[in-house]
């Protein structure tokens, strides 16, 4: 049974950085798609950051990208992000997913995953 936990989220002021990370277990990092998703009150759900983990490509939405880094672990079985330069709109739950191994698809679209933790929330406040 595949489980993604995450953990790090908390509640910062504009311009601080967080580092969330995605545990893993019944999924061996390195096998698939890996990404970062996050929904905000009222929003739908966006794609944040993708890895494809058996290379270590990474995607990043317009809005993160400078900001937020993606990055994987394969030996502790972690993916993580690491958020600099905090927005109040950065302000939303953030996801875990996973594809299952040699799955297709765009990496910003959330039904081309089968996996998903519970989240953690990010709070930003100006």
């Known amino acids: 049974q595949v489980q993604l936990v995450e953990s790090g989220g908390d509640s910062v002021e504009a311009g601080g950085s967080l580092r969330l990370s995605c545990a893993a277990s019944g999924y061996t990092v390195g096998g698939g798609y890996m990404a970062w998703f996050r929904q905000a009150p009222g929003k739908e759900r966006e794609a944040v950051a993708a890895i494809w983990t058996p290379t270590g490509s990474t995607s990043y939405a317009d809005t993160v990208k400078g900001r937020f880094t993606i990055s994987q672990d394969n030996v502790e079985n972690t993916m993580n992000l690491l958020m600099n330069n905090l927005e109040p709109d950065d302000t939303a739950m953030y996801y875990c997913?996973?594809?299952?191994?040699?799955?297709?698809?765009?990496?910003?679209?959330?039904?081309?995953?089968?996996?998903w933790g519970q989240g953690t929330q990010v709070t930003v406040s100006s």
């Open positions: 997913a996973a594809a299952r191994p040699n799955s297709g698809g765009s990496w910003w679209a959330p039904h081309n995953y089968h996996y």
